[in-house]
């Protein structure tokens, strides 16, 4: 039994997963110092004789799930409308609901969003949504790391726009660094359809002077794509090199639809891009050219988008469908191996984020990680433990969840959060906003 | 919390799927009388005072999913081999191991398959593979149904084709009918491209003789498809249609390569097809055409295949990957919606195993059913319980099953197997694979 440890901790008898150049599973040691991992090998390192020691037996050790796309909020929205047209969905079912979103919404839909992330082994989120002090809040008090960004949309008048974009450089700036160093944030225009060029370049400017990177829907849907080139006479690839947004450091969701072109221009700047596999088969948007991607030097991650287009959070699930759908796509059995899909859902992830000491299990990193049992039926034989976590695993392994060196889900229950009310409150909000 | 019931006993507070013209849930109450639903229904039914009654508060009630194809013992092989060009797997992974199988090993494959199943949410699966009086064995112990077959490979002499081919019509007649009438039987020549067509033609017999249904592999590949053209000059269906197979009730596995006419052929014969989604996806066999074998009439199940190219044997997953991948495939959002999935995973598959009383909540059906627990944050909120089951649920939300009327899983716990035996035993069975 692990307890909640704080300050100085070891595990023994750990599986770790390290998937470094030597290896990929370790079985050993590894030493916590407050928020950071600082030792991790086979033999015992040096420490003090008092320090608590606990057995990491039967446990399998992983870095912590990054999402890199995401809105919270809308878990709120789970189930309410499956199987539709994507114009239906968004305009008779998404659009009236979201329109009457309050702050209390956000924050029970963000909550009940956080709790199902850190039950589910992610420890790192990628938020892009409105009212987002309600997001910053529940990352503070649930423990999640979290990259936050007020999303924009740009249909409206030059003075909502002005508006919008104080509110989102206001966001950035205040909440940064927050949370004890748990949040950072980003500039997002929503996407290059629903911003005009002129709007879009004001949030390069903003995260210019803030330096911060930037964020934003691209070429997710067939028609967005035609509709940019008819617009612009560009790709919108094209069209945000045009807009400056990649002189700043960069992640775009989805990029499902991409030329050669597009992803030269998408490695050249070192463009991160977040892969969305279940959203963007659900919703039909196409299968993303993610090994032609990775083939050219782009760091692919991985994203649930929201609990309405998904419909769960399950970040094993994302690693799952990118190891199978590009495989039976191609017809190459050898694509996206399972280690790649799970750096993707891991050291990929924080890489996008441009949290440097974040996603690998090794010294001198955030001590983010899971444990899973691994006396389960599905994980047994003990083959490849690689393998297991890609193929045979699903967020219901997750025993055992720390953030920043802190233990916040112990035995599949969340610490930090009150698991009862929040679906108490969620259904409620769902409930209100059903009937308002 | 509910009791491990025999004979007469009723649920009270429960949220059953039942998807039958009139609604998807019902809420209410459901009669089990020994091994059979007798009632379901909003209003408490007429029953004795002193009837046992059980609360299915926070309970969502689902038919027992059907697992149509698979080979239980080959669990053993789970992770030993992945991300491999499909020959290399079989010809240096899997055959090599699969030569060594001892009856032992397949009856501790076989009780961690069905352990893991059974845990799972699944109370029926098909299965093909050797030594199977293990398996029969296993299906007696666990409680599960199961349709068995002694899966043949004709890459012989005619005399062990003779010997072989004795031990499928044996295995047959001994076992339908077992355990309480859980076992049912069938007759499988492996597939068309392993077994001669005098061969196939002997097994299309013996189904006549006994009165039994065929199984076979059939267009999982296109390189088998384009063999049988070569050799036959005939595609697969034809082939098979030309030999007498679908004179019989039949399901093939796979059906991954179909043309309109082999379409055309399956649903003039009723011939139901296993589709195996996670298995085609991962070893890059291709995509079946499922929405356009529904539309034709065909009876579209689903199957895991094994736990050694899946690598695991949750029915949720593939009712999942059937709902989504033909979605981002065809780019129509409204394909497989979820609905449709669920049925794929029981209702389809009890009628591709001619089980005519299996695969619905309804009375006059046995009493195979699963609960799952509601009150957990991706089920949240109570928008669409349909929706739910197929896009946010995994076979780790399954608490309770029922299988022919006794309750075989409690509380994530299984009832009638020794699961730390298994998992110990399934571990030390792969070792002794590797090491002799």
């Given at each position: 039994?692990?307890?909640?440890q704080?300050?100085?901790?070891?595990i023994k008898?750990?599986?770790?997963v390290?998937?470094?150049?030597?290896?990929?599973?370790?079985k050993?040691?590894?030493?916590?110092?407050?928020?950071?991992?600082?030792?991790?090998?086979?033999?015992?390192?040096?420490?003090?004789?008092d320090?608590?020691?606990?057995?990491?037996?039967?446990?399998?050790?992983?870095?912590?799930?990054?999402?890199?796309?995401?809105?919270?909020?809308?878990?709120?929205?789970r189930g309410?409308?499956?199987?539709?047209?994507?114009?239906?969905?968004l305009?008779?079912?998404?659009?009236p609901?979201?329109?009457?979103?309050?702050?209390?919404?956000?924050?029970?839909?963000a909550?009940?969003?956080?709790?199902?992330m850190?039950?589910?082994?992610?420890?790192?989120?990628?938020?892009?949504?409105?009212?987002?002090?309600q997001?910053?809040?529940?990352?503070?008090?649930?423990?999640?790391?979290a990259?936050?960004?007020?999303?924009?949309?740009?249909?409206?008048?030059?003075?909502?726009?002005?508006?919008?974009?104080?509110?989102?450089?206001?966001?950035?700036?205040?909440?940064?660094?927050?949370?004890d160093?748990?949040?950072t944030?980003?500039?997002?225009?929503?996407?290059?359809?629903?911003?005009p060029?002129?709007?879009?370049?004001?949030?390069?400017?903003?995260?210019?002077d803030?330096?911060?990177?930037?964020?934003t829907?691209?070429?997710?849907?067939l028609?967005?794509?035609?509709?940019?080139?008819?617009?612009?006479?560009?790709?919108?690839?094209?069209?945000l090199?045009?807009?400056?947004?990649?002189?700043?450091p960069?992640i775009?969701?989805h990029?499902?639809?991409?030329?050669?072109?597009e992803?030269?221009?998408?490695?050249?700047?070192?463009v991160?891009v977040?892969?969305?596999?279940g959203s963007?088969?659900?919703?039909?948007?196409?299968?993303?050219?993610?090994?032609?991607?990775?083939?050219?030097?782009?760091?692919?991650?991985?994203?649930?988008?929201?609990?309405?287009?998904?419909?769960?959070l399950?970040?094993?699930?994302?690693m799952?469908?990118?190891?199978?759908?590009?495989?039976?796509?191609?017809?190459?059995?050898?694509?996206?191996p399972?280690?790649v899909?799970?750096?993707?859902?891991?050291?990929?992830?924080?890489?996008?984020?441009?949290?440097?000491?974040?996603?690998?299990?090794?010294?001198?990193?955030?001590?983010?990680?899971?444990?899973?049992?691994?006396?389960?039926?599905?994980?047994?034989?003990?083959t490849?433990?690689?393998?297991?976590?890609?193929?045979?695993?699903?967020?219901?392994?997750?025993?055992h969840v720390?953030?920043?060196?802190?233990?916040v889900?112990?035995n599949?229950?969340?610490?930090?959060?009150?698991?009862?009310?929040?679906?108490?409150?969620?259904?409620?909000?769902?409930?209100g906003?059903?009937n308002?």
């Amino acid at each position: 039994m692990i307890n909640n440890q704080s300050g100085n901790w070891i595990i023994k008898n750990g599986t770790f997963v390290v998937l470094n150049n030597e290896q990929a599973v370790l079985k050993g040691y590894m030493l916590v110092e407050d928020d950071l991992i600082t030792y991790i090998g086979e033999e015992k390192p040096e420490c003090s004789d008092d320090i608590p020691v606990v057995d990491g037996s039967h446990l399998l050790f992983l870095p912590g799930l990054v999402n890199t796309h995401g809105h919270a909020g809308m878990s709120l929205l789970r189930g309410y409308g499956d199987d539709l047209a994507l114009q239906v969905w968004l305009q008779e079912k998404m659009w009236p609901m979201e329109e009457k979103f309050t702050s209390e919404d956000v924050y029970w839909g963000a909550s009940l969003s956080a709790l199902e992330m850190l039950k589910g082994g992610t420890t790192t989120f990628l938020d892009m949504y409105d009212h987002m002090d309600q997001v910053a809040k529940v990352v503070q008090e649930s423990g999640i790391r979290a990259v936050l960004t007020r999303g924009v949309i740009g249909f409206c008048s030059e003075e909502m726009q002005q508006h919008k974009l104080n509110e989102a450089i206001n966001f950035a700036k205040d909440w940064n660094g927050q949370a004890d160093g748990r949040i950072t944030t980003m500039m997002s225009p929503h996407a290059p359809y629903t911003c005009p060029p002129a709007f879009f370049e004001k949030f390069v400017q903003a995260a210019h002077d803030l330096d911060l990177p930037m964020h934003t829907h691209m070429s997710e849907t067939l028609s967005e794509v035609a509709q940019n080139v008819a617009d612009y006479g560009l790709r919108p690839t094209q069209h945000l090199e045009k807009l400056g947004m990649f002189t700043r450091p960069s992640i775009v969701a989805h990029g499902v639809h991409l030329t050669d072109e597009e992803i030269e221009i998408l490695a050249t700047h070192d463009v991160g891009v977040s892969h969305n596999p279940g959203s963007n088969l659900k919703l039909a948007s196409g299968i993303a050219r993610v090994t032609d991607l990775l083939k050219a030097g782009v760091t692919v991650s991985l994203g649930t988008d929201s609990a309405a287009s998904n419909n769960n959070l399950d970040m094993f699930e994302e690693m799952r469908l990118a190891a199978l759908i590009h495989k039976g796509i191609s017809g190459d059995p050898t694509a996206i191996p399972a280690a790649v899909a799970l750096r993707m859902g891991t050291t990929y992830g924080a890489k996008s984020l441009f949290l440097d000491n974040v996603g690998r299990l090794a010294p001198g990193m955030k001590a983010d990680f899971i444990a899973l049992n691994t006396d389960q039926a599905h994980f047994l034989p003990h083959t490849d433990f690689i393998s297991h976590s890609i193929y045979s695993a699903s967020a219901k392994d997750v025993e055992h969840v720390w953030v920043d060196g802190k233990q916040v889900v112990k035995n599949g229950a969340c610490l930090t959060l009150d698991e009862e009310r929040i679906r108490r409150e969620a259904q409620s909000a769902f409930e209100g906003l059903l009937n308002r």
